[in-house]
C-alpha cells in the first residue's frame, strides 16, 4: 500500500486484505475488501468462495429449530446469490454451499433436505470431511447426537491434509464440544490439542480448553488459555472476553479483570453481564 499509489486499485491487494481481516475477525472489513476483488478476472472465483464461506459461517448456528413459515436469513440470502455467480461451475464445493444454505435457515424441512444433499455428495465422495461435517451439524440440530457423534468420530481418524484443513479443525471442535457437554474432558482435550498442533492460533481450541480448566475450578490456568483465545480472535470475541475478565476474578487478578472488562465494554456497551457479574465486584474486591 505505501509502495505504490496503484495498490488500490489491485483486486489482489483487496483480496489479501480481505483474506487477512477474515482470519482476524474483522468480517465486515473482509466482506468489503472482498467484494472489490469479486468481479476480476484473476481473483474473482476466490474471493467469491471466501464470502460465501463467510455469510454460511456454522458457528452462528444455535441449537433450536425454527417453526412457522419458512425465512431465509438475509446472509444465506447473500450466499445463494455469490454462489450464482459462480455459474458453470460444478464440483463437490459448491454442492456444499448449496447444502449449507438449507442448513443455515435452521428450518427443519429445510435441514432435513440438507442431510439429503451431503448424502449426495457423500454418494459421490465418501470420504468428503466437508460433507460430513454439514451432516454432523444438520444432525445436531434434529438432536440425532450419536449419528453425529459418530461421523465426527470417522473424521477424527483420518490423515489430517493442508486442503481440508478448516473442515477438519470445525470437526475436531465440534466433537470435543460434544465430549465437553458429557463431561468427557479428557477426549475433548485430546482433539484441542489435535487442533493446536495443526494450528497454533485456532481460538476455539484455547477457548475449550479454559473451559474444561473452569469446569475443574483451576481458575489461574483458565484465565492462562483463555488469554491465548483472546489473543488470537483479535480482542473481537466479547464471549471470550467475558470468561477471561471471569477467571481473573475467580483467580483474584482483579486489575487484570477490570481491565478487560473495559475493552470488552467499549466493544459492546450493552454487555451488562459484564459490568454486574465481575467488573463491579472486580471494583469492591480492590477497594481499601
Not at 468481479?39 to 417453526?67: F, N, V
Not at 477424527?156 to 493442508?162: G, I, V
Request: with cysteine; net charge neutral; proline share 2%.
Amino acid at each position: 500500500e505505501r509502495s505504490s499509489a496503484r495498490a488500490a486499485l489491485d483486486a489482489g491487494f483487496h483480496y489479501c486484505k480481505g483474506l487477512y481481516a477474515r482470519y482476524t475477525r474483522n468480517l465486515h472489513e473482509a466482506l468489503a475488501e472482498l467484494n472489490q476483488a469479486r468481479k476480476d478476472g484473476e481473483w474473482g472465483r476466490k474471493a467469491i468462495r471466501h464470502m460465501i464461506e463467510i455469510y454460511l459461517d456454522p458457528d452462528s448456528l444455535t441449537d433450536e429449530l425454527r417453526t412457522g413459515a419458512l425465512e431465509v436469513p438475509e446472509g444465506v440470502q447473500m450466499a445463494r446469490q455469490l454462489r450464482g455467480e459462480l455459474a458453470g461451475e460444478g464440483g463437490v464445493q459448491v454442492a456444499v454451499y448449496e447444502a449449507y444454505e438449507l442448513l443455515m435457515t435452521q428450518h427443519k424441512a429445510s435441514v432435513e433436505q440438507s442431510l439429503d444433499k451431503f448424502g449426495e455428495i457423500l454418494n459421490a465422495d465418501k470420504d468428503s470431511v466437508a460433507a460430513l461435517l454439514g451432516m454432523s451439524y444438520a444432525l445436531r440440530l434434529l438432536k440425532q447426537d450419536p449419528k453425529a457423534r459418530n461421523h465426527l468420530k470417522r473424521i477424527s481418524k483420518m490423515q489430517y491434509n493442508s486442503e481440508e484443513a478448516e473442515e477438519l479443525e470445525r470437526s475436531y471442535l465440534l466433537l470435543a464440544d460434544m465430549y465437553i457437554q458429557s463431561n468427557k474432558n479428557d477426549l475433548a482435550q485430546e482433539l484441542c490439542r489435535k487442533c493446536l498442533t495443526h494450528n497454533k492460533s485456532c481460538a476455539k481450541a484455547w477457548e475449550y480448553q479454559g473451559l474444561i480448566y473452569e469446569k475443574e475450578a483451576s481458575y489461574a490456568d483458565a484465565a492462562q488459555v483463555y488469554e491465548m483465545a483472546w489473543q488470537f480472535d483479535s480482542q473481537r470475541n466479547p464471549a471470550v472476553g467475558y470468561k477471561l475478565a471471569f477467571n481473573y476474578l475467580k483467580a483474584k487478578r482483579y486489575v487484570d479483570a477490570i481491565n478487560i472488562c473495559h475493552v470488552v465494554l467499549k466493544m459492546s456497551p450493552d454487555f451488562q453481564k459484564m459490568h454486574t457479574d465481575i467488573l463491579a465486584k472486580a471494583r469492591a474486591a480492590i477497594k481499601p
